[in-house]
Structures are given as structure tokens and as C-alpha cells.
């Protein structure tokens, strides 16, 4: 025992000394001394206002009088994701599995630039929960199981990202570990296995990474929500540990006014009328119920954060920023690569010689699949790059066109996006006919063509030519053009209430989804024919808070005289790539999984392969768990990536 005794001792000696020297210095900071001017400027009114988010700008509160503008926020944690254009980042996985904290603080230098070239101030990330529930819809975010990784990793994202002049917002704080319910639960958590599980990372976050803001978990721990939490937000967060940054509610998570106020939150997002704080607020501290002291407390927080993003002086931060350069492009490239883990590699199959190779069969559900730019992308972490390269074309780059063989094939094994290439309008050209309407019930603000239903819009708009708060329903027709024969199910899904039919005028109801009541999503089972156009509409009804709706469908097998072409191919094959595992309609915010199953369908392919040909290589793209069955031991090499 002599070792922890002899750390304490050492520990609150310094403590003792740096208090002491803290006063004997008996001069505040240029930065104390900026805010401080600032601070006695203000009404109480301008400092409520300060507190809660700006809505629809998607940021920070500004004070107009003072020419302090809004501080405007992203969603991340993979890099800015307002404007497209954007460096795509691995899932936070990978960031885990590449064990390489140098590697991550460049990747977070990089999302802060572009943060900065998009003139944005805050980026939502690093999310650092710990990896507890594989059922987690939010899985992939996250980096890791282990607390010190977990520390280790997230400290090295956000001094990357802040050494550019960005904020970073540590988030969940804390125990948000699934999406099902997750404005309501309780994570009930014992003071050892918060300390030592749940919490290092943020504590690493604020004492080491000296991050700027943190965003409240939508969740309770131990009977609290966690914006109303003094012991998490003041006395663990505040004091505990020494946090001179504001914390922020994820959107729309105040459940209280004064109760939040008293505990030690913030700032209240998104603002506007969804705001926890605002006029209550102001009535509350005039009342006498909430000290001035204490919204204080939180101006000096959030001001001394827009001194350090630079605001308060009028910078314009983007100069020197850049966005999506082949220098980001190649730090991303090694993340991916770094984030890979061989599983099993028999006979050493992998890696194949591009010299000695002569024809390569690629088959599987994920192989030419876009997972950023074909479709939702899991929910507020998408990215829109400028590009995507799948796995096939990945290959094709590698070894050349003509020793690569793709065999298209459907057999995900659950839901996938509609694509494109399966969709046209009324009038027979590619997409979706939307017509999106704002305060005017009866006549579109926007009319326009959708390549694929699959759209998170949370709070924000579904088109800049309306305003969030403006927006109210929206109208999808289509036909849907099957690429085989069978018996597909569609499932809608919906944050608010939608209603399918097959036909467009007076078709028949097929799918009603509805969150107020808990229908969502819904299922319809219809009969299609290759190449035969179905009609299909969707009335979308936006409710309070998010908005979003979403259509899939699950295909049939694969028919048996398309197996025996797939057969013929893979025997002349010198080595069979098959890419599976999941997607973002499987790994997404909003909703948790429902088991570990491997697709089964993708199971019989595996097998099926492997009894053709001995040169199988399963490479997995998934952002969270599975259950690897008995196919594994019938294929030489596996890599997750």
C-alpha cells in the first residue's frame, strides 16, 4: 500500500500548492478579464438568452446589442456534417480499433479544420459512452469497451479538433447506452462502476483534453435525468473535477427550469420554443427562486468559450481551413485502414498477390454499397463527402478491371434502403416525387425528386427553402421497379405520422406508422414483378420535436437459375471476396437492434460459396456485433472492416 499512499500524499500536495498559487498570483486572465468586461454589460434578459440554444440557426445564442453573433454548432462525431462536402471518417469503431492516439488527434485536426472552412464553431463529438449494450442502435459511434482506450482515444480526438480554434462537445454525459426509450430510461449504476466504467473518459476529456462543452445525456442515471443532476452536472462534472466549460442538453432534453438551472446546466437546446429555460427562467431568478449569482455562473461559462473560439473579437476563423483535401483524404484512408482487424487468415490467404491473381469473383450485399452517400448514414453522424469508394471499387482500383467480377446480389438479410435504381416517378424519371409544404397546407413550398426515402431531419428543415419551425408534411410518389420476382415486405418508418398507399390518387392504405402511439415502423408484404412498376405514395405528417421518415424493403433469395450463373463464376474464380454484414438500417440512431444474429441469408451464401470454391474471403462491414455461426469455420479468412 505503500505506492497509492505515497500518490495521494504527491496528489494533494500539489493541489494545495496550485491553490496557493493561484492566489498569491491575485491577477485574472486576459481571457477572465475579456469576459468579466463583457459580463457587466449585460441585462438579465440578455444573459437568459445566452442560455438557451439559437433556433433554427442550429447553434449558440449571440447578443446583437454587443455585435456577439450566434456560435454556430454541427452535428459530428465523424467530422461537420452541415453543407456536404465533407472528409468521411470511419465509424468511431474504428477509431478504437486502430490503438493509435497519434493517428486520431491528426483525424481530429482534420474535422476541426473543416469545421472551420464551413465558418462553424462547435462540433458535436467526440461521443466516448462505453461499449456495454451491443444492441445499442448507436454502437458504431463509440469507440470502445475498455475505459483507458476509451480515455486515451477520446483525449487525442479532441485536442485535434480544438487545436484548430473548434470546439469540441464531449457527449453523452453519461450511461447512454441504448436508443430505445432513451428519453426516459435510468441507468441505475453503483459509485465503483461509474467511476471506473462509465465516467474516465469524460473526466479524461475535461482534465486532459481540456474540452470546451459537453452535451447532456437524453437519459437518468440513478434516478435523475441528467440535466437535472447537481451530483453529475456540479458536484462530479463542476467541482469534481475542475470543468470551466458549459454543458449543454442534447436537443430537446431540459426537463425542468429551475430544478436545471440549480444543478448546473447551461445552456438549453435547441432554443426557440423548445427551450427549457427562456422566460420561466427570468421569472425564476426575479422571483428570487434562482440566484442572478447563478445564471452568472453560466454567462461567464459560455463567453468565455466564445473568447476562445474567437467571436468575441469578430474573427473570421475560416482563413487557412480547408475541406475534403488529399491530405484529409489520406489521413481517413489510414484510419480505415488502422481500424481493420484480421479475424483468421488460414494457409495465409490474405494478402492476395495483385501479380499472381487473375480473376476475382466479388459478391455480397455490401460490396458496391454507399453508405454515406446512399442514404440516411445512421442518423446526426452522417457525412456527405464529395465521393464514396466502395469495397468493388476499391478492388477494381487495386487490381485493375479486368480481374475483378461482380455478381450483384440481395441477400442483406434485412431491411436496406430502397435504391435508386429501383425508383422512378409518376412521369418515369429516376427518384421520388416530393412535395414538401411549410405554413401553407395546400400548396408545396418545394417540389422536387428524391433518389431514396431515408432522411433524418431531426430539427432541422428538409430544404432550405423552408424554415424548420415553417415546416408541416410532405408528399411521396413513386414506383417502385423490383429487380426479381417475389414476395417483398416495405417497412415505413416515421418521427411523426405517415400513411403508405398502393396507387397515388385514393390508393388503397397499405402501412400506417405513428410514434405518438408506438406503431412505428410499419410493415406491408406485397407481390412484385421484375421490371414491373408498383405505385406507391407516402403522406408525412411532421409532429413537436424530430422529424424523419424512412422507406426499406427486404428482398427475396436469390432465384435458383440465378444460382446457376453465380456457380459457373465462382468455380473459374482464382479467390471469392464476398462483403457483407450491416448497414446504417441496422446500425442507426433512433432505434436499438433487436438480436446478434448474422443474416441468415448471408450465412447460405457464405456456405454455398465455400463448397464451390476453397478461396473465400468474408470481409465484414458492420458498426456493431454479431454472431459469427457455423459458416466461419467453411471460409480461410475473415477481416473486419
Request: proline share 5%; net charge neutral.
Amino acid at each position: 500500500m505503500r505506492i497509492p499512499a505515497l500518490f495521494f500524499t504527491c496528489f494533494f500536495i500539489h493541489i494545495a500548492c496550485f491553490g496557493q498559487s493561484q492566489s498569491l498570483m491575485g491577477s485574472k486572465s486576459q481571457e477572465e478579464l475579456h469576459v468579466d468586461k463583457i459580463l457587466k454589460q449585460l441585462t438579465l434578459q440578455e444573459k437568459i438568452g445566452l442560455c438557451a440554444g439559437a433556433f433554427p440557426e442550429f447553434g449558440l445564442s449571440g447578443i446583437k446589442r454587443l455585435n456577439i453573433p450566434t456560435v454556430k454548432c454541427t452535428d459530428g462525431p465523424r467530422g461537420p456534417n452541415q453543407n456536404g462536402n465533407s472528409t468521411a471518417f470511419p465509424c468511431g469503431l474504428a477509431f478504437g480499433a486502430s490503438w493509435n492516439p497519434e493517428l486520431v488527434e491528426q483525424a481530429g485536426k482534420v474535422m476541426g479544420n473543416e469545421t472551420r472552412a464551413k465558418k462553424l464553431n462547435v462540433l458535436f463529438g467526440p461521443a466516448v459512452n462505453i461499449l456495454r449494450d451491443p444492441l445499442n442502435g448507436r454502437f458504431f459511434e463509440y469507440y470502445t469497451e475498455d475505459p483507458l482506450l476509451n480515455s486515451e482515444i477520446a483525449v487525442a480526438n479532441i485536442k485535434g479538433i480544438q487545436s484548430e480554434g473548434v470546439a469540441a462537445c464531449l457527449k453523452h454525459y453519461a450511461c447512454n447506452n441504448r436508443e430505445n426509450n432513451r428519453n426516459f430510461y435510468m441507468s441505475m449504476v453503483d459509485e465503483r462502476t461509474l467511476n471506473e466504467i462509465y465516467l474516465p473518459a469524460f473526466k479524461a476529456g475535461v482534465q486532459k483534453g481540456k474540452v470546451w462543452t459537453i452535451m447532456t445525456s437524453a437519459n437518468g442515471v440513478n434516478g435523475e435525468f441528467v440535466s437535472d443532476s447537481k451530483k453529475m452536472l456540479t458536484e462530479i462534472l463542476k467541482n469534481g473535477w475542475g470543468y470551466d466549460g458549459l454543458v449543454m442538453t442534447d436537443f430537446l432534453q431540459t426537463r425542468s427550469t429551475e430544478k436545471a438551472a440549480l444543478a448546473g446546466l447551461d445552456v438549453s437546446m435547441p432554443g426557440g420554443s423548445f427551450c427549457g429555460f427562456g422566460g420561466a427562467l427570468a421569472d425564476a431568478v426575479k422571483a428570487g427562486r434562482v440566484p442572478e449569482s447563478v445564471i452568472d455562473d453560466k454567462v461567464r461559462r459560455i463567453l468565455r468559450i466564445y473568447d476562445r473560439l474567437g467571436v468575441l473579437d469578430g474573427k473570421d476563423m475560416s482563413i487557412g481551413a480547408n475541406q475534403n483535401t488529399i491530405e484529409h483524404q489520406a489521413i481517413a484512408q489510414k484510419v480505415a485502414e488502422e481500424g481493420m482487424v484480421l479475424l483468421k487468415n488460414d494457409r495465409k490467404l490474405l494478402p492476395l498477390n495483385a501479380n499472381q491473381i487473375k480473376n476475382v469473383v466479388v459478391i455480397g450485399p455490401n460490396a458496391d454499397k454507399r453508405f454515406c452517400l446512399g442514404g440516411m448514414g445512421g442518423g446526426s453522424s452522417t457525412i456527405l463527402p464529395p465521393y464514396e469508394i466502395t469495397a468493388l471499387q476499391g478492388l477494381k482500383n487495386m487490381l485493375g478491371n479486368n480481374k475483378v467480377s461482380y455478381i450483384p446480389s440481395n441477400e442483406l438479410g434485412g431491411f436496406q434502403s430502397i435504391p435508386q435504381s429501383a425508383v422512378v416517378g409518376p412521369d418515369g424519371t429516376p427518384g421520388f416525387k416530393s412535395s414538401y409544404f411549410g405554413t401553407d397546407q395546400e400548396h408545396p413550398a418545394v417540389n422536387r425528386k428524391d433518389s431514396v426515402l431515408s432522411f433524418m431531419w431531426e430539427m432541422k428543415s428538409p430544404d432550405p427553402r423552408i424554415k424548420p419551425q415553417d415546416f408541416t408534411h410532405a408528399h411521396f410518389e413513386g414506383k417502385l421497379i423490383a429487380p426479381m420476382d417475389g414476395r417483398f415486405t416495405l417497412r415505413l418508418t416515421a418521427d411523426g405520422v405517415a400513411k403508405m398507399y398502393h396507387g397515388f390518387n385514393n390508393g388503397t392504405q397499405i402501412a400506417f406508422a405513428d410514434r405518438n402511439q408506438l406503431l412505428s415502423p410499419a410493415f406491408a408484404s406485397v407481390e412484385l414483378k421484375k421490371g414491373e412498376p408498383y405505385e406507391l405514395s407516402i403522406d408525412y405528417i411532421k409532429q413537436p420535436g424530430d422529424a424523419g421518415v424512412r422507406l426499406e424493403w427486404e428482398l427475396p433469395q436469390i432465384s435458383d437459375d440465378k444460382w446457376a450463373k453465380i456457380t459457373a463464376a465462382v468455380k473459374k474464380a482464382d479467390a471469392v471476396i464476398f462483403v457483407g454484414g450491416l448497414d446504417y438500417t441496422s446500425d442507426t440512431e433512433g432505434r436499438d437492434r433487436n438480436d446478434l444474429v448474422f443474416p441468415g441469408s448471408q450465412e447460405n451464401l457464405i456456405n454455398k460459396l465455400s463448397a464451390i470454391n476453397k478461396n473465400v474471403v468474408a470481409v465484414l462491414i458492420n458498426g456493431s456485433p454479431m454472431e459469427l455461426g457455423g459458416w466461419l469455420k467453411n471460409v480461410p479468412a475473415v477481416l473486419e472492416a
